[in-house]
């Protein structure tokens, strides 16, 4: 299975703000920028290029709202601001709310704080950063490459625990993941999303305009998904006790398929198993958080 690169937030916006520093020495309009006293432009540059990514544009003074780039980016709409008044330095000002909400980065802020005095060596120390951070921008799946096993061992829809095994202890970042997932599915299935006799769309022809019956939806006979416990982890173990009640496939297909992406993308699940009341190496008088366990609502 091929592994396409993915970029991480705080990465792709390091990435995109380091690119945005190399077009900024090759505007046209760079004598506004030595125009600038030093104490104007240090730290307020820095905190500007730390707030959240925007057009380069912004760095021109007299630019209308209709000259200013708009583009759409993954993370967010680049703001326009069009209370620009022309001085060259007020669309620095203001930035210190911005400033705490991102990490500080003191090796850029040392090339931001001599681009005044050498330009073309800040440009030189911004080239190399990119090459030998590159790899730490662009980034391979974290998962694992291969397909997560699932099993069943004398599952009962009404009293059972599911079992994860990781390749390795899980993050704080992927325990948060898993619990979002799970969240997510037992909300879904309380509200009966998840009925098998009720999926008119997916059945029908694809050669054919949609068409939903409401009278045939409303007389199937509902699902639910009754009760579900917290997410228990022991090192690279984690259980999580169902009621689903209902005797209904689709709801663990649905949580299937969504713990396969993430063992691909994310985090690797080794294999997850469905029903028993235990499991190798998960020891039930466990419960310390120095040895490992830790409990995660739900």
């Known amino acids: ?24 020495f090759t505007l046209q309009h760079t004598a506004f920028l030595f125009q600038v006293p030093q104490n104007r432009v240090s730290p307020q540059w820095l905190t500007y290029l730390s707030s959240p990514i925007r057009s380069p544009f912004h760095f021109l003074p007299n630019q209308s709202s209709s000259q200013r780039a708009k583009t759409t980016d993954f993370l967010t709409l680049f703001e326009e601001e069009d209370n620009n008044d022309g001085d060259g330095v007020g669309d620095f000002q203001g930035r210190e709310d911005d400033e705490k909400n991102y990490d500080k980065d003191p090796e850029l802020a040392d090339i931001l704080g001599t681009c005044l005095d050498d330009p073309d060596k800040a440009k030189s120390r911004l080239e190399e950063r990119l090459r030998k951070k590159r ?28 079992w994860f095994e990781f390749y ?6 992927d ?24 999926m008119q769309l997916s059945q029908s022809p694809l050669d054919k305009r949609p068409n939903y019956d409401a009278v045939q939806g409303a007389n199937v006979t509902p699902t639910t998904f009754y009760n579900i416990g917290d ?3 022991q090192d690279n173990l984690a259980r999580i006790w169902v009621d689903i009640g209902t ?9 299937i398929n969504a713990l396969s992406q993430i063992s691909s993308d994310y ?12 499991f190798e190496n998960w020891k039930e008088n466990l419960t310390s958080e120095d040895a490992g366990y830790s409990v995660h609502k739900i």
């Open 1 to 24: 299975m091929m592994h396409l690169p993915h970029l991480s937030y705080t990465n792709l916006r390091l990435q995109i703000t380091e690119k945005l520093c190399l077009q900024m």
């Open 135 to 162: 790899n730490k921008i662009v980034h391979t799946k974290t998962g694992s490459p291969t397909p997560m096993t699932v099993e069943f061992n004398k599952f009962d829809y009404s009293n059972t625990y599911i």
């Open 168 to 173: 390795n202890a899980p993050l704080e970042k």
């Open 175 to 198: 325990i948060s993941l898993i619990c979002d997932t799970i969240r997510s599915w037992h909300i879904v299935g309380r509200l009966g999303g998840c009925n098998s006799m009720n």
């Open 231 to 233: 997410v228990e982890i």
């Open 247 to 255: 005797s209904e496939p689709l709801l663990l297909d649905v949580l």
């Open 267 to 278: 985090v690797g699940i080794k294999q997850v198993v469905f029903g028993g009341s235990e």
